[in-house]
């Protein structure tokens, strides 16, 4: 007797694919490789052998280039006179596949794959999510996450995930012309001072386990003081001028940010940091290092502005108030109050440029010794909060070596 069942597939591909069967048999694992462009209609096929009454199913598992299982056929065989069945006495002798010129049982979708089953493929080689604060409100807080998937073979791809933690896999389907990374939004989260949340991170259904990077977000509830986010090479310290943790502060900012927003530069006073004995110790950082090098847990936000304007802002700098420190992407030099040289990713900024600005809302609003960023444009008002930024940069480069705090020459 013969088992078939007909599966859609965007050629070219290498359909691999096995038969599993009712009473826990397989059939060795086999490779169809459909030629030419569009959809195809294949016809998987496997002979049956009974030797008695048999009854039971089969159906058919791909591995790739996505993981299906195809829904159970199944048969029945009686020799009997009386028709008893004796159950499963019977073997699975051949298995072919063919390209069939019209499908009878069309292809099924990914099903919520059982324990005993093999993992998919990796399919992804780099997993990536951000965060998009959508609540004016910092809590109870609804954001959506962006996933960013790089390294997926060529053709339409099916990609499961799922919130580390929780037990749902959700599948994503990737079109073919996808690209070096695919881009979307996974889904949309919710969180109140109830929910006890302070991290997000993904897990990808393949074998290697893949996990994307963490982020977290205060605003509904903190970690406890000696929970542990990462871990420090060496010291970075706090200057007069801001230094070493301000870079790493901005260079944490402009990360939170940059994915959603397009974010170019992030610009950090000292203020926004514990003076004047914060800094971060060589070794494992604690929440409770991480508040008491920034506290405050404002919001991070993205404005627009000229090369003129930029420059008038630096500008504002003095002994007294400090310098705002940029993010790696930007250097200045001051001589007294004039910006004397200004580069962004090494290439110099033209007044009329309008470069994309990352900073905590209490800056830009004139609340740490500089003006207010008047005759910005709003950007965006979806970053978490800074302290919260600071914990996922640290969790998703440890170990974190010290900036060299030379961004900005003072002459």
């Known amino acids: ?40 209609t294949v016809r998987l096929s496997t002979s ?92 109870p807080v609804t954001f959506k996450i962006h996933g960013y998937f790089e390294g997926l073979p060529p053709g339409a791809q099916t990609v499961r995930y799922r919130l580390v933690g929780t037990q749902e896999w959700k599948a994503v389907n990737v079109p073919a012309d996808h690209g070096a990374v695919f881009t979307t939004v996974l889904e949309t989260v919710e969180w109140d001072w109830e929910s ?62 940059q994915a959603v927003s397009g974010a170019q530069v992030a610009l950090v006073s000292r203020h926004a940091i514990r003076a004047p004995q914060a800094g971060l110790k060589a070794g494992p950082v604690t929440a409770e290092d991480l508040w008491a090098v920034q506290p405050a847990g404002f919001a991070v936000d993205v404005h627009a502005m000229t090369g003129a304007q930029l420059k008038k802002l ?18 200045y030099t001051l001589t007294g109050t004039a910006v004397t040289e200004l580069t962004l990713n090494g290439a110099p900024v033209s007044d009329t440029q309008v470069i994309k600005i990352a900073a905590n809302y209490n800056l830009m609003g004139g609340q740490e010794g500089f003006p207010a960023w008047q005759g910005s444009t709003n950007v965006y008002h979806g970053g978490p909060d800074d302290t919260g930024a600071l914990a996922s940069y640290i969790a998703n480069h440890s170990p974190v070596h010290a900036p060299k705090g030379d961004r900005v020459t003072l002459r």
């Not at 006890?196 to 509830?221: A, H, M, V, W």
């Open 196 to 257: 006890g949340k302070t991290s997000i991170r993904i897990e990808i259904d393949q074998p290697d386990g893949l996990k994307s990077n963490i982020i977290y977000y205060f605003k509904c509830g903190p970690l406890s003081a000696d929970t542990t986010v990462g871990v420090v090479a060496e010291d970075i310290s706090r200057t007069s001028m801001g230094g070493p943790l301000a870079e790493l502060v901005a260079d944490a900012q402009l990360e939170a940010v």
């Open 1 to 40: 007797m013969t088992l078939s069942i007909t599966v859609k597939v965007k050629a070219p591909v290498a359909l691999k694919y096995a038969w599993t069967f009712s009473d826990g048999d397989k059939s060795r694992a086999k490779v169809y490789k459909v030629g030419g462009k569009g959809f195809k």
């Open 314 to 331: 630096l500008g504002y700098a003095s002994p007294t108030v400090g310098v705002l420190t940029p993010s790696a992407s930007l250097r």
């Open 48 to 139: 049956i052998k009974a030797t008695g009454d048999a009854r039971g199913w089969g159906a058919v598992r791909l591995a790739g280039p996505v993981k299906k299982t195809s829904k159970k056929i199944p048969f029945s065989v009686t020799c009997t006179a009386d028709g008893q069945g004796t159950g499963d006495v019977w073997d699975s002798v051949a298995t072919s596949a063919q390209e069939a010129e019209k499908p009878n049982d069309p292809a099924t979708p990914p099903p919520t794959r059982r324990d005993d089953e093999e993992p998919a493929p990796n399919l992804v080689r780099k997993a990536g999510i951000a965060f998009e604060r959508t609540t004016a409100v910092k809590c």
